[in-house]
């Protein structure tokens, strides 16, 4: 599998309730500038080390990356195409409904971009509001359109379940509009309570209440029923897609294949090293600009690591783990040393086993963390560095 780049644009209008990630507000047109000229660098500097490989996936993730503007990011993508061998079968960028006009979505056809991905979360107005959006559904549907008339058919939309004051009729509402306006790919995630941010202030304060597990295990499985009838598959544990859409370059974080991360918190993979960058958006820009690789940590994986890391990633997609390739690679025979586990899993209904794979069910996905959990105490001590 070829390796996939990864581009970070860090800046947002509002910080939503629930957001943890790298993401600066009320940045304006010299910060942006700053920084495309840091990304620049980056690249330039790390061009070297890449060159061997051939990139052919790109995914411009953020924050807003709508809030670039077009000519930066031209000047970004330039960049890469000068520094590093590419050969780009798909092209996403990320954008908050309401930020893209008819013109920067031609923009981007003309940039190479094929895959669009919004940030829907929901499609009740009154639901964004509460979690700090700065759309409408109404937006939603005139971002899809617009992207649509330029030529970006391959539509994406994030939702998110486990909202305050949502429901499985709300949350079926958001996947029935979603798909209404032409979406090839869904990305369901629950809601998770992030420390530090204001959302969890909220629900600590009692001023806002989210859903029980109860209620969000229900929500789950509606939206999988309502999916499935709507034809999108589900192949990782929160992305669902129509035969053939499934996400290109996402689906290398989960084989481990080989990326590079490009911007603030960006994570880089060769295959053996990862590394990150900092999270810190004016510590970045000094780095780069001091002549300095904007690493925060490097990670050797050992071979044990490397294979846990490996089966754990593996259970996240539906197709699951082909335990004699990872034999072969390893050494380690997951049906010989996991067998009850295994045993226990499949007859309790959170498990299969076909043509020498073992793989999650639906069942056993909403659970993933327990199964994990047991798969790593059970690790033998021969392996484990």
């Known amino acids: 599998m070829k390796p996939g780049i990864y581009i970070h644009i860090p800046f947002c209008r509002a910080k939503c309730s629930y957001c943890d990630?790298?993401?600066?507000?009320?940045?304006?047109?010299?910060?942006?500038?700053r920084y495309t000229d840091a990304v620049i660098r980056e690249i330039e500097c790390r061009r070297e080390a890449w060159a061997l490989f051939t990139f052919d996936t790109l995914f411009?993730?953020?924050g807003t990356p709508s809030l670039l503007p077009p000519e930066m990011l031209d000047d970004i993508l330039s960049a890469v195409r000068r520094s590093l061998k590419t050969h780009l079968i798909e092209s996403t960028i990320e954008a908050n409904p309401g930020t893209v006009g008819r013109e920067l979505l031609y923009c981007y056809k003309e940039l190479g971009i094929n895959r669009i991905s919004f940030g829907m979360q929901a499609a009740q107005d009154r639901l964004l509001k509460k979690i700090g959006r700065i759309h409408t559904a109404d937006d939603?549907?005139?971002s899809a359109a617009l992207a649509m008339e330029a030529g970006i058919s391959n539509i994406s939309f994030d939702l998110m379940s486990g909202l305050p004051g949502q429901d499985e009729t709300m949350l079926l509402q958001s996947i029935d509009f979603a798909t209404s306006l032409g979406a090839s790919h869904l990305s369901?995630?629950?809601?998770?309570?992030?420390?530090?941010?204001?959302?969890?202030?909220?629900?600590?304060?009692?001023?806002?209440?989210?859903?029980?597990e109860d209620q969000e295990w229900a929500m789950s499985a509606q939206a999988r029923i309502r999916l499935a009838e709507l034809g999108f598959d589900r192949y990782e544990i929160s992305n669902y897609a129509k035969p053939g859409f499934e996400c290109r370059h996402n689906i290398k974080y989960w084989h481990r294949a080989p990326y590079i991360g490009l911007g603030t918190a960006a994570a880089s993979f060769d295959g053996i090293v990862r590394t990150q960058n900092t999270p810190d958006l004016r510590d970045y820009m000094d780095r780069i600009e001091s002549g300095l690789l904007p690493f925060n940590d490097t990670e050797t994986l050992s071979g044990s690591d490397a294979a846990f890391e490996e089966l754990m990633l593996a259970l996240r997609m539906t197709r699951g783990l082909d335990c004699d390739s990872f034999r072969n690679k390893f050494g380690i025979d997951i049906f010989g040393l996991f067998a009850d586990i295994i045993?226990?899993?499949?007859?309790?209904?959170?498990?299969?086993?076909?043509n020498g794979s073992i793989a999650l069910t639906d069942k056993g996905?909403?659970?993933?963390?327990?199964?994990?959990?047991?798969?790593?105490?059970?690790?033998p001590n021969q392996i484990i560095n």
């Open 21 to 33: 990630f790298a993401s600066w507000p009320g940045c304006g047109h010299a910060d942006m500038r």
């Open 60 to 62: 411009i993730g953020g």
């Open 140 to 142: 939603c549907r005139k």
């Open 188 to 212: 369901l995630y629950t809601l998770k309570l992030e420390s530090g941010t204001k959302l969890e202030a909220d629900v600590i304060s009692g001023t806002v209440e989210l859903p029980g």
């Open 343 to 354: 045993a226990r899993y499949k007859t309790s209904g959170c498990l299969n086993i076909k």
């Open 365 to 379: 996905m909403d659970i993933q963390n327990r199964i994990l959990v047991e798969f790593m105490e059970a690790w």
